[in-house]
């Protein structure tokens, strides 16, 4: 949490900053702290421990734009860094589109406690998390002859920040996390060494799922043992939701004002048009209570509101900062996303899987890129061969390839399974006919 001192010092800095030559000023206070337990076959091997504390100035002088940025938080060092940063301003060239936002979009407050932040973080004794993490591993430890090593870790910590901005802005954000993992390697065919794993995050430690962890990875990466390729061709695509994301994230960056200021996004002027199919419902939520990425203001102060940012494959929204708004001469929106809900559907990935006569369930993508101007994309992935609903073959060093706008609209079922955990809640997936490359 962000100390009452530390509020009163970056208070101080800001006056300091308008009294020596800015005409406005932006402040970001930050506080993160972090412990790991990193344990190799149930025996301590890395404690890691961290703080990070800093304070961040974004200053508006004489038409000029400069961003600066100290972790010594006192005074002396303050002055130094605001005047300092005054004047190297004022030898940068003008910016016109540097300003702060109207002071009409800012959150005003008055809205309930987020609950994103659990207090008992600071109670729990460090052998409770060395002993999560070693019960973690024992669930895999001597249950097949094949395993050579076993991983696991428990780590939790605090994220806070306090803001201030010199037109009428002042606001805290504080949360915490909690996480427990495993991952098991164990002998494969010949060479080959496969390992997986599996883990649970959560914002409040009595959240946090403590048993099964060890167990779920082992049960992983056993079903990898015997990959191989499969024959190159078309088939449906299914993407567990633990890797959806990899598949989502190119068209939420297409739709950022960034990509779009410097035409460098597939979904330039595609705003109101249909560019995915109709199973495509996306809505940016980010008022749950007690949900990870809620937040009633965005890094600019502006206050986020709900929001359809695809509905039934339609493009309904940007995501556009005040920057890049008056580089681009449209009105703003909000600076980026806090908790994106895709509208689920009735089927958990094994009842997608039943529902595929030919295709391949990707589990993990391993490198590849996608194309920002064209969508065009390739992705290494590996997985299971689907044949008649049932999972047949593990398969591995396939590519998938393609164009995101026609896969997006090829879409053909949502599953109903997001980690809850995560600010994006994409499910599981299913595209059909999707080009694969193999043997």
Known sequence: MISKDNKSLAQWAMDFALKNGAQAAKLVLYNNSSSSFELRNAKMDRLQQSTENGLGINLYVDGRYGSFSTNRLDKKELEKLILG????????????????????????????????????????HPDTKVDLARAAAEEAMGKDERIISVDSSYSDGESSSYRLISNGFEGESSSTWFSLSASVSVKGEGEARPSDGWSDTALFHDKLKTTGIGTRALQRVLRKLGQRKAASGQYTLVVDTLVAGTLFSPMLGAIYGSALQQRNSFL???????????????????????????????????????????????????????YNARKMGVEPTISSPSRLVLTPGTKDLDGLVADVRKGILVTGFNGGNSNSSTGDFSYGIEGFLIEDGKLVQPVNEMNVTGNMLTLWQSLVAVGNDPQPIRSWQIPSLVFEGVSFSGL
């Open 85 to 124: 940063g005054i004047e190297s301003t004022r030898y940068l060239a003008p910016d016109e589109a540097r300003a702060l936002p109207d002071p009409s979009r800012y959150y005003k407050g008055g809205l309930p406690d987020l609950q994103l932040f659990d207090k008992t973080l600071y109670d729990i």
């Open 268 to 322: 330039l002027d595609k705003l109101g048009t249909k560019v995915a199919s109709g199973l495509f419902t996306l809505r940016d939520e980010p008022h749950v209570i007690g949900a990870n990425g809620s937040r009633y203001f965005d890094a600019e102060g502006v206050a986020t509101t709900s929001r359809a940012v695809f509905d039934q494959g339609v493009l309904k929204t940007y995501y556009i900062d005040t």
